[in-house]
């Protein structure tokens, strides 16, 4: 016999049960590919849009960027958390139990506690103050300021303020007062003036400083006093009487000489209550003053900020230590702060002051970053690019601040970098969606096909799609007579059905296989008209075998094909052959056998299956014979449609990897095929492992005897079943049968003979086994 040459391939093998989909979805992957260019491009223009509007809201005079920026500072000041002080400022607080305390104390008993005449009431007489002072300076302190308003004269009498005046004449060069400004209403308009200390007050070398701070536009204190003077300056020029800033005028008061601030706002050491506090009242009681202020000794060398941290002082303020909760600070612990950035010499710097240079500074950072990422082919690439750039960055920012006290723009940049990669998210959501209506095009019109099946695995919220589609076909009538139940399955080119004749006493169950043309073109119509009857024909032939499901009826509906046939009740042989589960020798035998019958019949009709598997056999139920079922009239009538528009000389592929042959998925179907599928069958059930699993020699030829427990006689016989090339297996169901019923025979002989039984009535209808085709009677 000569070899047949193997063709030249025009076309690459696609299965039928998926070369529908692939038709379908070229175009829509054509047009969604064009889309998906288009928007990709978008994510390029919006990271552009998001540069250059960072760029202006930078350089614009808006108060949302100068937000932005101080909320990063507070947010550094959040993730720093609390440093430790200088230790040589003290606060001396009148708290809540300064103020509770030595009233309640004096009111008891006047004559014990008579020292504690002077704080008896709030606002104190102002001779407490003196005293305070006074017990300072002797135990050695460097300076005194009181951020205390004394603009007013004492509402305990001139007496007071006299007694409180002797006290600055004495100590006045290490006493600082506080003033502020404040805004007074005038016929021309608001105006600021400065509340200093009354005259009588003012004497000797006592100092004054302004305890005033500028507000930001987020409400809270990042700047320093002195800035408020500098920005008052601006506006009312030589009307405004200027005074030092009331940490500068505590430090020259103690002599401390400290280096030109390098920048103008306060570098705080936490939040309220970092710096110590010593309540005012103990100054005053000698058992505390003795014990726990060591005779004076705390302040020894010390600044003394003396100031109300009491509640009904009302004395709070918004800071820029705080972020998300913003907690408000005491006025005398924000001077702390701002005395220790002078004294230290780390007030905070803006790296960069001209809007113009920060708006430039801005543009190049996330020009580039913006840049840099675009270079990346995949978006989530881009995404995560962008975040990890605005990590870095403010990962950078942040260090400079803690370290060097310098702060460049953070905020803005850092929302533009996020923002270009929420852009480039969207695109990819987007971008995602696109692709996702495409994958429920396909899912929606093949939901059982093998690729939308492989989709479903992958795509878990698609799932549903399969509920959507049974609910939409549920109950749908069929011919006037097939009432749909349940979706059975799909494939490239059919759906299959389980219904019930409602014609028919006791609506019995029929499995309906509807035929979806390729398109509905008339000349195309007309030639799956014409095949699809010719195809039924043979179908209601094949049926008249046993183990052939009957067909019943066929029609035409809606420009739509479909065939009616028996419903086998039963299981897929798939659920007796599992992976991993190895059958013995005996079992293998009679399935092989039984399926080797049933394709004696079907090609001795001239019929190829082209598809024979586990899943395409059932077990019945009624007499546990096998059926063959899923015939390809369906396939045969598309796959000549798809032929005669692509003017090809070869056949589609059909089959299931595994159970295919080379020639099958090469176009060129023989009848050794189907005897190549149920090789594979037996094989399958004796390893337990998978066909497509399986390795091959060097020929092309299965390796798996070694997998399986099998005699050699039936082993050869499923190798040559399998053999890579078709025209070296059994040329016919017939023959490959003949050879395993010979080998039934020769066993039962050998089986006979070694129990010395009489073998000469021996025949080979001894198998039980027949070996000519069903004639049907």
């Not at 100068?66 to 909320?71: I, R, S, T």
């Amino acid at each position: 016999m000569n070899e047949e040459p193997t063709p030249t391939l025009t076309k690459k093998y696609v299965p039928a049960t998926d070369q529908q989909s692939s038709r379908t979805t070229k175009s829509t992957s054509t047009t969604n590919g064009r889309q998906s260019k288009k928007i990709a491009r978008l994510g390029h223009w919006l990271a552009g849009m998001w540069t250059v509007g960072a760029a202006l809201l930078t350089i614009s005079n808006l108060r949302l960027p100068q937000m932005m920026e101080n909320q990063a500072q507070s947010a550094f000041y959040q993730l720093r958390g609390s440093i430790a002080p200088p230790k040589d400022i003290v606060i001396l607080a009148i708290d809540d139990d300064s103020i509770s305390t030595p009233a309640v104390s004096y009111a008891t008993d006047p004559i014990k506690y008579g020292h504690l005449e002077p704080l008896k009431g709030f606002p104190y007489k102002r001779e407490a103050y003196g005293q305070v002072i006074e017990k300072l300076v002797q135990a050695g302190a460097r300076a005194v300021a009181l951020d205390v308003i004394f603009d007013l004269p004492s509402s305990h009498g001139l007496e007071d303020d006299r007694k409180f005046q002797t006290m600055l004449q004495r100590y006045g060069s290490k006493v600082v007062l506080a003033a502020s400004y404040e805004n007074f209403e005038t016929r021309s308009g608001f105006v600021t003036q400065l509340r200093s200390p009354q005259e009588l007050l003012r004497v000797g070398s006592v100092s004054t400083g302004s305890i005033t701070f500028p507000l930001e536009v987020d409400g809270k204190i990042h700047r320093l006093a002195g800035e408020y003077t500098k920005e008052l300056k601006e506006t009312q020029g030589s009307l405004l009487e200027k005074i030092p800033d009331f940490s500068v005028a505590t430090l020259r008061a103690a002599n401390i000489d400290f280096p030109k601030p390098k920048g103008d706002r306060i570098y705080f050491r936490g939040p309220m209550g970092s710096f110590e506090q010593i309540p005012f009242w103990y100054v005053f009681d000698q058992m505390f003053w003795d014990s726990n202020l060591q005779s004076g000794k705390v302040f020894k060398d010390k600044i003394v900020l003396i100031g109300a941290t009491a509640t009904v002082a009302n004395d709070f303020h918004a800071v820029a230590v705080n972020w998300l909760f913003p907690e408000r600070m005491s006025g005398v612990e924000i001077h702390a702060n701002a005395l220790a950035s002078l004294m230290e010499g780390n007030s905070v710097k803006i790296a960069i002051n001209s809007p113009y240079g920060s708006s430039l500074f801005v543009l190049a950072l996330v020009g580039g970053s913006a840049y840099f990422v675009s270079r990346n082919k995949y978006n989530r690439l881009r995404v995560f690019s962008c975040f990890g750039i605005a990590i870095v960055w403010g990962g950078i920012n942040y260090l400079l601040f803690i370290t060097n006290q310098l702060f460049f723009p953070t905020a803005v940049p850092v929302t533009a970098l996020i923002a270009i990669g929420l852009s480039y998210l969207g695109i990819e959501i987007a971008i995602q969606q696109l692709r996702k209506i495409q994958l429920v095009d396909i899912i929606q019109k093949n939901p059982y096909s093998r690729i939308a099946q492989e989709i479903l695995s992958q795509q878990e919220d698609l799932i549903d799609l399969l509920k959507k589609r049974e609910i939409q076909i549920s109950g749908k009538i069929l011919d006037g007579r097939y009432r749909i139940v349940k979706v059975l399955g799909s494939g490239g080119f059919s759906e299959t059905y389980i219904a019930e004749d409602t014609r028919l006493p006791g609506n019995p169950l029929c499995v309906v296989k509807q035929l979806q043309p390729v398109n509905n073109k008339p000349e195309q119509m007309e030639v799956a008209r014409r095949l699809f009857s010719s195809e039924a024909q043979t179908l209601q032939q094949l049926g008249i075998y046993p183990q052939i499901p009957q067909l019943l009826a066929y029609f035409e509906e809606d420009e739509e094909f479909y065939l009616v046939q028996e419903f086998i009740l039963g299981n897929a042989l798939s659920q007796e052959l599992p992976s991993g589960k190895r059958h013995n020798q005996a079992v293998v035998i009679d399935i092989v056998r039984e399926l080797l019958q049933i394709l004696v019949f079907v090609h001795q009709n001239g019929v190829i299956h082209r598809d024979i598997k586990p899943s395409n056999i059932m077990r019945r139920k009624s007499d546990y014979k096998l059926v063959l079922i899923d015939f390809g009239a369906v396939k045969q009538v598309s796959t000549k449609l798809i032929e005669s528009q692509d003017d090809t000389a070869f056949t589609i592929g059909i089959g299931t990897k595994g159970y295919a042959p080379r020639e099958q998925c090469f176009g060129r179907p023989q009848y050794s095929s189907d005897i190549y599928a149920v090789g594979m069958i037996g094989i399958k059930a004796l390893t337990g492992t998978p066909p497509h699993e399986l390795q091959h020699d060097d020929n092309g030829e299965l390796i798996w005897m070694e997998r399986a427990e099998v005699a050699t006689g039936f082993a050869n016989i499923l190798s040559k079943m399998v053999r890579d090339n078709f025209q070296e297996r059994y040329q016919s169901a017939s023959e490959a049968l003949n050879a395993l019923n010979q080998l039934l025979f020769a066993d039962k002989v050998q089986s006979l003979s070694s129990n010395d039984s009489s073998i000469n009535t021996l025949s080979l209808e001894d198998t039980d086994t027949p070996t000519t085709p069903w004639d049907g009677n």
